[in-house]
């Protein structure tokens, strides 16, 4: 059985986290109670300085967390989308979720889509996470999208 508190903050946690994806990319909100903030952002697609030769595209997440309160597990899927004949299609083999635990206050953690080869083509970077919220599975982000990138290995 859950405390009554202890779901009210877990509803809360849920809303904020729907919250933060629903930018375009980036923006900053406060976590249930004043346990703390989390600002989520969306990078564009690029050509890959660690990769070269190929695209990809990050999301990230830093949290400030206050009173003891913990994210225990933070997961976040990145991908890439192409614009197909006026609509954004999710790139095969591009979707990667990244999965920290313990997560530090004020530390940056970023989730890297799966690489993909250079091509012509218009682009953008979608991201979604999830998290618990001490201990307790608080929900998941809708999508967030980077802008759009014509050719970005260009």
């Known amino acids: ?33 004043g346990t703390g903030n989390c600002n989520f952002s969306v990078d564009n697609p ?8 190929y ?9 400030t ?9 933070l997961s976040i899927t990145t991908k890439l989308q192409k614009l197909s004949s006026g609509s954004w299609v999710d790139v095969s083999g591009s979707s990667n ?3 920290r635990s313990s997560v530090k206050s004020g530390v940056t953690y970023t989730g890297v889509s799966g690489f993909i080869t250079c091509r012509s083509g218009t682009f953008r970077t979608a991201g979604h996470g999830s998290a618990y919220l001490d201990g307790q599975y608080s929900g998941s982000t809708e999508w967030g999208y980077g802008n759009a990138v014509t050719n970005p290995c260009g």
Not at 46 to 53: A, E, R
Not at 65 to 73: A, Q, V
């Open 1 to 33: 059985m859950i405390h009554a508190s202890k779901l009210s903050k877990t509803i809360a946690m849920a809303a904020a986290v729907t919250l933060i994806g629903a930018t375009l990319s980036s923006c900053s909100i406060p976590l249930p109670e």
């Open 97 to 99: 979720t990244t999965i």
């Open 46 to 53: 690029h050509k890959s300085t660690k990769k070269p030769g």
């Open 65 to 73: 967390i206050y009173n003891g309160h913990t994210i225990s597990t």
């Open 55 to 63: 695209i990809d595209g990050k999301s990230k997440v830093t949290c």
